[in-house]
């Protein structure tokens, strides 16, 4: 069945590798798309909605930041997405360089 979820803010295409910390334990995963409001995450470790997760995310400055949200949609064996919890005005100033990097708008 494919979950359609209505986006409030503009995504890009981010291949990116990130750390995430789950209740199946942290690995090393693929981050594919990035908005300033949450992230798709490939990887086919058994997340359920509604789960609290972290990402460890070192952008291309060198600086690594701990984001928290919540799994919005699985996609089982494929990867999940997330909303971010609340951004501080550093994580929101390195996500919106990623966008714009990566030819989107903020």
Excluded: W
């Amino acid at each position: 069945m494919e979950v359609l979820v209505e986006r409030e803010k503009e995504r890009v295409t981010v291949p990116m590798t990130v750390v995430v910390d789950c209740a199946s334990g942290m690995r090393e995963v693929r981050l594919t798309d990035l908005s300033m409001g949450g992230c798709y995450v490939d990887c086919m470790a058994g997340v359920r909605p509604d789960e609290r997760v972290g990402l460890q995310i070192t952008f291309s400055n060198g600086r690594t930041e701990n984001i928290t949200g919540k799994v919005v949609y699985v996609h089982e064996g494929i990867g999940f997405g997330v909303c971010f919890d609340e951004l501080d005005l550093e994580q929101r100033y390195l996500i919106a360089q990623v966008i714009k990097e990566h030819g989107g708008s903020i």
